[in-house]
């Protein structure tokens, strides 16, 4: 999906297949997201107002392309591992034997669709992480676009714990399911704290 044109990932998304869905689509809102946040970073870097700020600007760019390369390949890999979902209920249930196997191969792959969006939902709370340190470098002309790229992420991370729980409901492991769920809320509320934080100090620049 990397290297597919707008056009192309759009119809994709808008076609009638399993893949790619929400969980692709969070993947990308947060690249787009974080992409956001390293564009207001280098516009911050080289002012007046950010001079005893410089090494922190460097640092956190760095940190931010590092992220998004990161996060690049997640739509992808969020694709890949609802197929295998796709492809454990094609399995044959013609016989117990048959049966038993389709639903250890449901089992396994529901997991590894319910591990990919916590990576994801993770990534993004990362991006938070770095950002949060200098939030106050932004300026005024560009806080818009670090308020954007906020949004984004936040939408990123409700799309992605959306997926883990709809994958975690799935699970005959309830212990497992319910670890991974107390840990994605626990990553969501943290990140909608982040984004709460930048839009009250945004609008309180725009008013």
């Known amino acids: 999906m990397i290297h ?3 056009e192309q990932i759009i119809d994709s998304l808008a076609a009638k297949t399993p893949t790619p869905g929400g969980g692709a689509a969070a993947a990308m809102a947060g ?17 007046k107002a950010n001079v005893d700020r410089e090494a922190d600007l460097t640092r956190v760019e760095a940190s931010l392309e590092g992220h998004v390369k990161r996060l690049l390949p997640m739509a992808e890999r ?6 295998l979902v796709s ?9 117990p034997a048959n049966m038993a196997l389709r639903e250890k191969a449901i089992q396994e792959a529901m997991v590894g669709a319910m591990v990919v969006p916590e990576e994801t939902l993770c990534m993004v709370r990362d991006v938070f992480v770095v950002m949060q340190q ?3 470098c932004i300026g005024k002309a560009i806080v818009s676009d ?3 790229g906020a949004s984004l992420l936040l939408a990123a991370a409700e799309g992605a714990h959306l997926n883990v729980r709809i994958n975690a409901a799935f699970l005959t492991n309830r212990d497992l399911a319910d670890r991974t769920l107390d840990r994605a809320n626990t990553v969501l509320s943290e990140i909608r704290r982040q984004q709460l934080t930048i839009a009250v100090s945004v609008d309180k620049m725009l008013t």
């Open 31 to 47: 690249c787009m997201g974080s992409a956001l946040f390293l564009m207001v970073v280098r516009f911050s870097r080289g002012k």
């Open 146 to 148: 670090l308020a954007s």
């Open 78 to 83: 969020d694709c890949k591992s609802f197929d």
């Open 134 to 136: 200098v939030v106050g």
């Open 87 to 95: 492809a454990a209920y094609g399995m044959p249930k013609d016989s």
């Open 4 to 6: 597919q044109s707008f």
